[in-house]
Every structure is written in structure tokens, then in C-alpha cells.
């Protein structure tokens, strides 16, 4: 498992703010907000109009650049 930088994810994380829109795996979702999973990595919250989730941010990251 890879050491997480808290830092760097949230700096990374910073042009995706609470209320913007982004499209996530094809999807277009809403980011609620921005928060730190108990691992410390930097994470989004993010809701459409049927689900709400939690994702981290090497995980959303990898999605929103593919």
C-alpha cells in the first residue's frame, strides 16, 4: 500500500470546489464537499440526482483525468 501525501492530495483537489459540477466515470455529479477520510487521504464528496458518495482523491483524480 502507497504512503499518502494529505498535502498534495488537497492541493490537487483544490480547482474542485463544493457546489461545482464535474463528470465523474461518465457521470455528471455535483461535489458537495471536500473532507479527509480517517486514512488521511483528501476526499469528495459527490451527489447526483440518486446517489450520494464519498471518494478518495487518488481515485477521483484517475476518473476525471481518463
Known amino acids: ?17 463544493p457546489g461545482a459540477q464535474v463528470n465523474y466515470k461518465g457521470k455528471l455529479y455535483a461535489i458537495q464537499l471536500r473532507t479527509t477520510l480517517a486514512s488521511g ?8 440526482d440518486s446517489e450520494q ?8 483524480l484517475a476518473a476525471v483525468a481518463a
Open 53 to 60: 458518495f464519498v471518494v478518495g482523491a487518488g481515485q477521483f
Open 1 to 17: 500500500m502507497e504512503k499518502i501525501d494529505p498535502q498534495s492530495d488537497h492541493l490537487a483537489l483544490e480547482k474542485y470546489q
Open 41 to 48: 487521504e483528501a476526499a469528495l464528496v459527490l451527489q447526483s
